[in-house]
């Protein structure tokens, strides 16, 4: 089974970075679609970026141009670079998967496994 565990969460001043880091594992990690999602208390979970196995990649307009999704197949690892930080940007951020094969999104509804998230506090 794909299991996802996330880290690098913390608190940091507006207009600072974190790197987010989901360490993944399970035999068909590869060809899964990886994404983040934040969720904020009182509010839905959204979407954050996504990124495919060609590496083809799609953002929220909220953070696009601010935070980079990568993916690391050698090392089995999904990171998220947060640049430009805002205390909107405050939720915990949780990393997925989905075994569906084709163009990433951000649609909650397509993924299957969760991680347990890390917090992300932005003041």
């Known amino acids: 089974d794909v299991q996802l565990v996330e880290s690098g969460g913390g608190s940091v001043q507006a207009g600072g970075s974190l790197r987010l880091s989901c360490s993944a594992s399970g035999p068909t990690y590869s060809s899964y679609c990886m994404a983040w999602f934040r969720q904020a208390p009182g509010k839905q979970r959204e979407g954050v970026a996504a990124?495919?196995?060609?590496?083809?990649?799609v953002y929220a307009d909220s953070v696009k141009g601010r935070f980079t999704i990568t993916r690391d197949h050698g090392k089995n690892s999904l990171n998220l670079q947060m640049n430009n930080l805002k205390p909107e940007d405050t939720a915990t951020y949780y990393c997925?998967?989905?075994?569906?094969?084709?163009?990433?999104?951000?649609?909650?509804?397509?993924?299957?496994?969760w991680g347990q998230g890390t917090q992300v506090t932005v003041s």
């Open positions: 997925a998967a989905t075994p569906r094969v084709g163009h990433p999104t951000i649609a909650i509804r397509q993924y299957d496994y």
């Open positions: 990124i495919d196995i060609t590496n083809t990649t």
